[in-house]
């Protein structure tokens, strides 16, 4: 198989697993034959451009959005912090290693329950994103930053190059990919946690409320509605990530 066949194999690739997808949906749509159980294609996407329609659809994805994106900078921002600190300190790297341990095995839940008790129900879901993605970021980024070649650092250091020509030219380059690759899993996975903590605190005007009005009144198709917004919200998202990632490498050469 030559490169050109390749290359049109990786572009059809999504169209033919997203066809795979309809295909399933349909035929278990019209086994189950029951629109609160499985609700059929027709009836999802109808309802999905009935919401296209509505001003409370983009004001509730407007809002989510602005959760998802405020709460993964905050998080990403201290992950960065404390694993450049525990890169260049032992002691450090050392204790928030065991805090995040412990996150990990928090139930979500949990800090579901506890965030609602501790915030409003606007606050909540972001403080539930933050403390659960916290750990898978900063775990990537230190990763990342140990995984440096540590014969170019030894070269540097011989050459006396300074640090900031080392940050641009040798701890940027080298520790991209691995934050790149972070950030893109968590990014996805921030908005499925924003959506399940909005369910939980109904918070107002957010997608989650939307969906679990949707579940509460037995409408099924504009729940899977909802869920196609969701997915594709998290799909555009890596996207914006993938495409950031390949104008820095490129800029990078």
Do not use: C
């Amino acid at each position: 198989m030559n490169k050109k066949s390749i290359k049109v194999l990786d572009i059809l690739m999504p169209f033919i697993a997203l066809g795979l997808v309809l295909i399933i949906w349909a035929i278990t749509a019209k086994a189950i034959n029951s629109q609160i159980i499985f609700p059929s294609l027709s009836s999802t996407f109808k309802a999905l451009f009935n919401l296209l329609s509505q001003k409370e659809f983009y004001l509730s994805i407007g809002n989510s959005l602005s959760r998802v994106l405020l709460s993964f900078i905050i998080s990403f921002a201290f992950a960065l912090t404390f694993a450049i600190l525990s890169s260049l300190l032992k002691n450090v790297g050392q204790v928030v290693s065991i805090l995040t341990s412990i996150m990990r095995t928090i139930p979500t839940m949990s800090i579901i329950l506890l965030a609602l008790i501790w915030l409003s129900t606007l606050n909540a879901p972001m403080l539930v994103a933050i403390l659960v993605i916290f750990p898978l970021q900063f775990e990537g980024i230190l990763s990342a930053i140990n995984n440096v070649d540590k014969r170019l650092l030894e070269m540097a250091n011989i050459y006396n190059v300074p640090l900031k020509k080392q940050i641009a030219k040798l701890y940027l380059p080298e520790t991209a990919p691995g934050i790149f690759s972070t950030i893109k899993s968590t990014i996805s996975l921030n908005v499925k946690l924003i959506i399940a903590a909005e369910v939980m605190a109904q918070t107002r005007d957010s997608m989650g409320l939307q969906m679990q009005q949707a579940s509460m009144y037995l409408e099924m198709h504009v729940l899977f509605a909802w869920t196609i917004v969701a997915v594709l919200l998290g799909l555009i998202l890596e996207g914006i990530v993938i495409g950031i990632q390949k104008l820095v490498v490129r800029s990078g050469r």
